[in-house]
């Protein structure tokens, strides 16, 4: 049985409105709670921001969604349903891979066309091994997301049962660049199935194999795009949450806490008290941290995720050589992560992450114009350049990566951009994101499972956490599952998920189809 916040639980006030806020609001609703959530911003979302520019609707945050299934279950805890409130568009294919000898694959999330691709790309071998990797991420996925993921630990000892052996037959705690390689013998190949461990802030050589099941998430389980763009789906959330009862309190920050005892009694944002029986919080953890005025003792400091640039551009034109999704790899690979994670200089040959979402909704821009959205990882401001550094760093770093995009065959980009908008770490600093990263803590084992900070602690007996810097960690569905998870702490609600829900059946079965 896990702990959970004693005494009088009926009115809990939820610090932030992004997705895991509004998933924890949710579920409490359902729970029959009185909720009330405080937003700094003006409008929901927080990292899953929205910006509006010259006519362009920019997503500030994550641009791929998978799972919906998880996505949907704050919904169906109230009563609604995802599905009734946004369009998600399935994306085919998931990604498009382009890479430095000119070759490119499409990465589909269905068996049969993902295997003749691979044929296509690199031989018989090479998919026969990619379908047995596929099974083994299924059996991944199975053995962890009941048990490791969607779980409130106490202490190590929460490990101990059978699907951790499972979970160690199956190579989980192996390294994921040789598991992988086990499967996949063609360099570019082992690539696209491991560059996802940078989400979990750790290099493919280093990361557990354990973390290939967000390969699983992003290549089997497939890949949505919300009309709308993704705001669309803490904007979808925040509007299920008022009908259903919740108090939404937007443009108000919260200064701090009131307390009697070791409860919180009350929140204070700017000059209101707002009186609460529980908290809910959801900012990065320094912040939380500060807040509820002490910070647990851990016996080494936390490790930071990488950070990104990131450059919102947009543009007169776009090329059609680019997918919804596109992954640049450059020629360089473990190197390149010696710089991000060691070095703490940005990467000589980076690897990019181009989304181009007017490629499935054109209403994101203007008439005849289009938004390109380019993610370059590099060092958090711990290792690398410090917050202050990047304002000269940044016009340097921008056009570097222009530069490289248009050597890799997108040219002219430079000369079609018509507005912009560049994120540094600089940026992520001024968020309150702890070492400029919106990545939060990194996944290493000690930063995992039951060793990553904890959503309970012992400095406020009513206060809980949610978000990537707490339990499960980084990703959307990860996010929303702490929400879910956070609220359980204060309803003693739980159960399994890693189920569709039955109102995505006939958006699976259009995926399947399709």
Not at 233 to 242: C, G, K, Q, Y
């Amino acid at each position: 049985m896990t702990r959970t916040v004693r005494g009088r639980t009926d009115h809990v006030v939820v610090v932030g409105a992004g997705l895991a806020g509004l998933s924890a609001a949710l579920h409490l609703l359902g729970a029959g709670r009185r909720v009330t959530v405080v937003e700094r911003d003006g409008l929901p979302g927080g990292r899953a921001g929205r910006l509006d520019l010259d006519g362009y609707r920019i997503d500030t945050g994550p641009t791929v969604l998978t799972m919906p299934d998880l996505a949907d279950e704050p919904f169906a805890a109230v009563g609604d349903s995802l599905r009734k409130r946004v369009e998600l568009v399935p994306l085919h294919p998931a990604y498009r891979a382009r890479f430095a000898d000119g070759s490119t694959l499409d990465v589909h999330t269905r068996a049969e066309r993902m295997t003749a691709e691979v044929e296509r790309f690199a031989g018989a071998r090479e998919a026969a091994g990619y379908l047995r990797m596929r099974d083994w991420l299924e059996r991944l996925y199975r053995a962890q997301m009941r048990r490791f993921i969607d779980a409130n630990f106490d202490s190590p000892l929460g490990l101990l049962h059978p699907d951790l052996v499972r979970l160690a037959a199956l190579g989980g705690f192996g390294r994921l660049d040789a598991r992988i390689g086990s499967f996949l013998h063609d360099e570019r190949l082992r690539r696209v199935f491991s560059f996802q461990a940078l989400y979990a802030g750790v290099p493919p050589a280093r990361a557990l194999a354990a973390y290939a099941v967000i390969a699983y998430m992003d290549t089997v389980a497939g890949v949505y795009f919300p009309r709308g763009g993704m705001h669309a789906l803490p904007r979808a959330m925040a509007d299920a949450a008022a009908d259903a009862g919740a108090e939404l309190r937007f443009g108000q920050e919260v200064t701090r806490l009131e307390r009697s005892g070791g409860r919180v009694t009350a929140v204070v944002a700017g000059d209101e008290r707002i009186a609460c029986d529980a908290v809910v919080l959801t900012p990065d953890l320094p912040v939380a941290y500060r807040l509820l005025g002490a910070a647990p003792r851990r016996p080494v400091r936390l490790r930071h995720s990488p950070s990104a640039v990131v450059l919102h551009l947009g543009t007169d034109r776009t090329w059609p050589e680019l997918a919804h999704h596109t992954i640049s790899f450059g020629a360089a690979w473990r190197g390149t992560f010696d710089e991000l994670t060691r070095a703490g200089r940005p990467m000589s040959d980076p690897s990019l992450l181009i989304t181009r979402p007017t490629a499935t909704d054109p209403s994101l821009a203007p008439p005849g114009r289009h938004l390109h959205y380019v993610l370059a990882p590099c060092p958090n401001t711990d290792i690398g350049p410090g917050a202050a550094e990047w304002t000269d760093l940044a016009p340097r770093y921008r056009d570097s990566v222009l530069r490289t995009l248009e050597e890799r065959g997108l040219t002219g980009l430079a000369s079609a951009i018509e507005t912009e908008c560049v994120v540094t770490p600089a940026d992520w600093t001024a968020q309150g994101h702890a070492a400029g990263t919106p990545f939060a803590t990194a996944h290493t084992f000690a930063q995992t499972g039951p060793f990553r900070p904890r959503n309970l602690v012992r400095s406020a007996e009513n206060a809980v956490l949610a978000g990537c810097g707490t339990t499960p960690g980084v990703g959307v569905p990860t996010v929303l599952l702490s929400g879910k998870l956070a609220a359980a702490r204060i309803t003693g609600a739980g159960g399994p998920v890693g189920r569709a829900s039955t109102s995505f059946s006939a958006l699976e079965a259009l995926h399947d189809r399709a």
